[in-house]
């Protein structure tokens, strides 16, 4: 991946083609050429029939539909796929229905939230990919919108002029770059999810259980455990992660809500690149020239265009990293009350999960491409230590109710010391008793209450 946001930046062009006979100065790509113009050879049309690479680039560069071409993600992310490609079975997807049906058997006994799955289905990575991409569209095109924003409007007018045709394609040419790094994450991703919620967001239609058979078979290659029993266990993890997502109303709308948060502050420091500007210019070998296309390359490649990270930012990643976190350590605390007795080899799969979550899982891969979070391991232990202390001290009925609403939480400062936490809910249970009973009884009349007369008193203001 680039380190330049969505690998935004100029392809390498040949500076001996520049100042042809017949070249056109004021587009010295010969993007109107390719485009729609006419030159040397005959019309667009004729060498669009003659040259069928010119008119895939034509259809790239058309894309109307947004910042990402979602086209060419698609078609990048599945030709990626192609020779591990497997399609699914009758077989496999009747054992994912029945591991599904199971697994939401045994967590009835292991909290308070009913079932959020009314059907189970087995996608391939192809049907990963093509199942997904609305809702990678609802969360990446913000983000994607706002860098072309920020380094578009950030750039001077003077250099925006001196960059003449380039600064009207500055949006296809992003369209066409995200579009290409979007495909290649995601075909990276379905090669390894295991489940519809594996990056920690639900992905999948409402209302399904979704696995992938390839990847949990590959999961499981190397533990010497029956492959039903691994099923079993991957089914109890996504039965679990759609509890939350079908019966906290609030809790997809908060994750994405935070990476649009995010995005949101993307900018660019405008006096930083008129500053770097002058330098580039006086620095560079001679200089930025409008029809040079490497120079203007140098220029993007320079990092004066890059977003800087604003403590908005900041605050919004705090809230997605510790939203996950809780989501994923609330699983781990249900799937192993459910399957600690059931499932034999429970621990071992329990471990390969978390091991595979600390060298960087399709969460962290996610997030860390997208918008430059990188989940850390120690926050999802300390979310699994408060889950399992609320419900050992607490029960689960109060333990599932700090879902309730987003303010009853633990924060990021409450997972830096979370039993902490688990014991101050102790204090606000019993508060709330006592006060429910004062409400429910009435306060207590005392003998020596001089408006105690054993009258009935003033009749009290309606």
Not at 40 to 52: D, I, N, V
Not at 151 to 166: R, S, V
Not at 314 to 335: C, K, N, S
Not at 359 to 375: D, I, K
Request: glycine content about 12%.
């Amino acid at each position: 991946m680039s380190d330049v946001p969505f690998g935004f930046g100029l392809p390498d062009r040949d500076p001996e083609r520049r100042g042809e006979p017949g070249g056109n100065p004021a587009d010295p790509f010969g993007l109107g050429a390719l485009f729609g113009g006419t030159g040397a050879g005959g019309s667009s049309p004729e060498l669009f029939a003659k040259m069928p690479l010119f008119a895939e680039l034509q259809k790239l560069m058309n894309w109307s539909g947004g910042p990402v071409n979602w086209d060419l993600a698609r078609q990048g992310a599945i030709s990626q796929l192609a020779a591990g490609h497997q399609p699914t079975s009758e077989a496999e997807r009747t054992a994912v229905a029945e591991a599904l049906r199971l697994a939401d058997l045994w967590l009835d006994e292991a909290t308070e939230l009913p079932s959020g799955i009314d059907h189970g289905l087995a996608w391939s990575r192809v049907e990963w990919v093509e199942k997904t991409l609305p809702e990678w569209a609802k969360l990446i095109d913000p983000l994607a919108e706002r860098v072309v924003a920020a380094m578009t409007g950030a750039l001077p007018a003077e250099a925006t002029a001196m960059m003449g045709p380039m600064a009207g394609i500055m949006g296809q040419m992003g369209g066409v770059m995200f579009g290409a790094q979007v495909g290649q994450a995601l075909g990276k991703l379905a090669d390894e999810v295991l489940t519809s919620t594996d990056v920690g967001l639900p992905l999948g239609p409402r209302g399904a259980g979704v696995l992938v058979p390839q990847n949990v078979a590959a999961f499981g290659a190397g533990l010497d455990r029956p492959e039903d029993e691994v099923r079993l266990f991957l089914a109890l993890r996504e039965a679990a992660h759609q509890r939350l997502f079908a019966h906290v109303p609030w809790l997809r709308q908060q994750l994405t809500d935070a990476v649009h948060a995010y995005a949101r502050g993307i900018h660019v420091d405008r006096e930083a690149i008129e500053r770097g500007l002058t330098e580039a210019m006086g620095s560079m070998e001679g200089g930025i020239d409008p029809s040079d296309p490497e120079s203007i390359q140098r220029l993007l490649g320079s990092g004066l265009l890059e977003p800087e990270e604003t403590p908005e930012q900041q605050m919004a990643l705090r809230r997605l990293e510790t939203l996950l976190a809780l989501v994923e350590g609330w699983v781990d605390v249900v799937v192993g009350a459910a399957a600690a007795n059931r499932l034999p080899g429970h621990s071992a799969l329990a471990e390969t999960m978390r091991r595979r979550r600390a060298s960087g899982g399709p969460a962290e891969q996610t997030f860390a491409t997208l918008v430059g979070l990188e989940l850390r391991p120690r926050r999802l232990r300390d979310a699994s230590t408060v889950w399992g202390a609320m419900g050992q001290q607490h029960g689960t009925a109060t333990r599932d109710r700090l879902w309730s609403h987003p303010d009853l939480l633990p924060t990021s400062d409450d997972l830096d010391e979370p039993l902490d936490f688990v014991a101050r809910q102790g204090v606000r249970d019993a508060f709330t008793d006592l006060t429910g009973d004062l409400t429910e009884e009435g306060p207590a009349s005392s003998p020596e209450d001089p408006d105690d007369t054993g009258g009935e008193g003033p009749t009290p203001p309606r």
